[in-house]
């Protein structure tokens, strides 16, 4: 069974950073594209931040010079390194992976999620 966890998120000041992870777990054949979501109350979720196995990122305009994504695909962990954090990117933060395993090609996944508040 496929497993994602998400850790760091915390309650920080406005102009302060955080750090993200999410790690894959159980059994599976590769992880592709995988990517950070997030959801405000009273919002949608919305695309943060995703990255391609090979390394290729994408931002939201909204993160774009603040946030950077990475990944370690030999311990299969995302990362999301937040600075410059603004109120209004309070939100719980999702990890999502399109996961293959000996049973399913490419599924979704999505962690449980970690809340992030930026408050004074």
């Known amino acids: 069974q496929v497993q994602l966890v998400e850790s760091g998120g915390d309650l920080v000041q406005p102009g302060g950073s ?4 999410c790690a894959a777990s ?3 054949l590769s992880i592709s594209t995988m990517g950070w979501y997030r959801q405000a ?3 949608q979720r919305e695309l943060v931040a995703k990255i391609t196995r090979g390394g290729s990122t994408n931002y939201a305009g909204s993160v774009r010079g603040r946030f950077t994504i990475s990944r370690d695909n030999a311990i299969n962990t995302m990362y ?9 990117d309070t939100a719980v933060y999702y990890c ?3 996961i293959t395993t ?10 449980q999620g970690t809340q992030v508040t930026v408050s004074s």
């Not at 955080?18 to 992870?21: D, G, N, T, Y």
């Not at 999301?80 to 209004?88: A, F, G, I, Y």
């Not at 000996?102 to 962690?111: E, I, K």
């Open 18 to 21: 955080l750090r993200l992870s």
């Open 26 to 28: 159980g059994s599976f």
């Open 41 to 43: 109350p009273g919002k």
């Open 80 to 88: 999301l390194q937040m600075n410059s954090l603004k109120p209004e």
């Open 96 to 98: 999502n992976a399109m």
């Open 102 to 111: 000996f049973q399913t090609p490419y599924r979704d996944y999505w962690g």
